[in-house]
């Protein structure tokens, strides 16, 4: 929860740094750097306690450098390298994807469906929660075989459960 809210913290300060028509961008070389680090060898250097900051820096350097970076991602990193809060990269990433789909009007909807679940549901799904949330939808299907058949949509902070074992259980409650 601490990380959680220290990265809400420092994406909103860069955020408040860049603003307008760069946001976007700023937010896409974040989260792309960021898993660039995050799932190459130099996370593990970065992380390290025995490198000194300035090779940490040296090396976000190289990889912003490679990776075509503007100068306020780039010094976003240098920021977290000095205030020694480098660990909360992975939540920063997070929080930014989040702030990201915000700015664009996206809402991201992961769905658990069996087999049986089709395009017109998923277009159905779409269409609902576009209408719910007037964001754009962006889904992501995940096929599940252990299911009795229905979906469970995750979006945000709420679980739109239409689920067979959802109505079953329903039912059992109803005849208690």
């Known amino acids: 929860m601490k990380d959680r809210v220290l990265a809400s ?8 740094v ?10 896409e070389q974040l989260i792309s750097i960021s898993d ?3 799932t190459s060898n130099a996370w593990a250097a970065i992380q ?5 900051v300035e090779k940490k820096k040296s090396l976000i350097n190289a990889i912003c450098s490679k990776l075509k970076a503007s100068n306020a991602v780039e010094n976003f990193f240098y920021v977290l390298l000095d205030k020694n809060r480098i660990q909360l ?3 920063i990433s ?3 994807s989040e702030r990201l789909a915000d700015v ?3 809402v991201l909807v992961l769905v658990e469906a069996d087999e049986g679940f089709s395009e017109k549901d998923e277009n159905a799904l779409s269409q609902y929660v576009a209408k719910k949330t007037n964001k754009t939808v962006k889904l992501e299907l995940n096929r599940v075989s252990d299911s009795l058949g229905g979906f469970k949509a ?8 239409g689920s067979v074992e959802s109505a079953i259980d329903k039912l059992k409650l109803s005849f208690n």
């Open 89 to 91: 990269l992975q939540s």
């Open 48 to 52: 390290s306690p025995v490198l000194d």
């Open 94 to 96: 997070k929080q930014a």
């Open 154 to 161: 995750y979006v945000d902070n709420v679980v739109y459960d």
């Open 9 to 16: 913290r420092y994406v909103l300060a860069l955020e408040n």
């Open 36 to 38: 660039a680090i995050i």
């Open 18 to 27: 860049v603003g307008g028509s760069e946001l976007e961008s700023t937010f």
């Open 104 to 106: 664009k009007k996206e």
